[in-house]
Nanobody, 115 residues
Framework: QVQLVESGGGLVQAGGSLRLSCAAS????????MGWYRQAPGKTRELIAS???????NYADSVKGRFTISRDNAKNTVYLQMNSLKPDDTAVYYC?????????WGQGTQVTVSS
């Protein structure tokens, strides 16, 4: 069974940066479209960035130009570089397969952006 472990979150001031990592327990990163999701308090989980097996990336309008998704196939890891963070980016961040048949969800990593 695939396991996903997210890390790299924390508390940061507005305008700051964080780099999130998602380590997978098997070689899924290179053969699946993977994405980063986030869930803010009281809101539904939303997809904010994805990367295909061929390296094509897509972003939600809310993060376009500020966040960058990438992956390291050899390490079975997906990354999310987050720059120019805003208080509205405060959420728990998760990674998973996109768009269907998600793997079991990891515990996520909390990102808190103070104003």
């Amino acid at each position: 069974q695939v396991q996903l472990v997210e890390s790299g979150g924390g508390l940061v001031q507005a305008g700051g940066s964080l780099r999130l990592s998602c380590a997978a327990s098997s070689s899924i990163v290179s053969i699946n479209t993977m994405g980063w999701y986030r869930q803010a308090p009281g809101k539904t989980r939303e997809l904010i960035a994805s990367i295909t097996g061929g390296g094509t990336t897509n972003y939600a309008d809310s993060v376009k130009g500020r966040f960058t998704i990438s992956r390291d196939n050899a390490k079975n890891t997906v990354y999310l570089q987050m720059n120019s963070l805003k208080p509205d980016d405060t959420a728990v961040y998760y990674c998973n397969r996109v768009p269907n048949r998600p793997f079991p969800w990891g515990q996520g990593t909390q990102v808190t952006v103070s104003s």
